[in-house]
């Protein structure tokens, strides 16, 4: 009978519709997509009357029951030859709800924008100001209403840009600590 119960509980703890992967790396650790590999050093809320978040983004402040939250990482080329690295981003609450960055102007320092990457080059370049900033990488935005932060854990969804020979993409996942 005790038997019994417990397969019955596990059986029902298995079932759901949960969207979320089980497999999200983690916030500070490497995560390889496609042949490169991506280091979510930090997620936070940015506060734009705050002087050090006012230079990430000169932009509208979040609307109320809304929040601006700042994923700052990194995508090193560690292979070798010329690698384009993702431009497509999605953070996905428990629930399955998906939200994009926020667009942001080519002259921010700041800005995570994809350009081709050769071997050992990395966005933010190294020595740059996103780079030696105290968020250590370039910078996405996210506009995320507060209710999702009930639908925790994040994930920031990375798909790769198509490998040129066979068009095909990765996606990989990093649990956001927020």
Request: contains cysteine; negative net charge.
């Amino acid at each position: 009978m005790c038997v019994t119960t417990v397969l019955a509980a596990l059986a029902v703890a298995g079932c759901g519709s949960n969207p979320r992967e089980n497999n999200a790396g983690r916030e500070g650790a490497p995560e390889k997509v496609g042949k490169v590999e991506y280091n979510v050093y930090i997620t936070r809320e940015l506060n734009l009357k705050d002087i050090e978040d006012s230079g990430y983004y000169q932009g509208p402040e979040a609307p109320p029951g809304f929040a601006l939250y700042g994923v700052f990482l990194t995508a090193c080329n560690q292979g070798s030859g010329s690698i384009q690295p993702a431009g497509d981003f999605t953070v996905v609450d428990s629930q399955g709800n998906r939200f994009k960055p926020l667009p942001l102007p080519l002259g921010n320092i700041f800005a995570y924008h994809p350009h081709p990457l050769t071997h050992a080059n990395c966005i933010p370049s190294i020595g740059s100001l996103a780079a030696s900033a105290p968020t250590n990488g370039s910078l996405l935005i996210f506009k995320l209403p507060l209710t999702t932060l009930e639908n925790r854990p994040l994930d920031l969804e990375i798909v790769s840009a198509p490998d040129p020979s066979s068009g095909q993409t990765e996606t990989g996942q990093v649990e956001l600590d927020i």
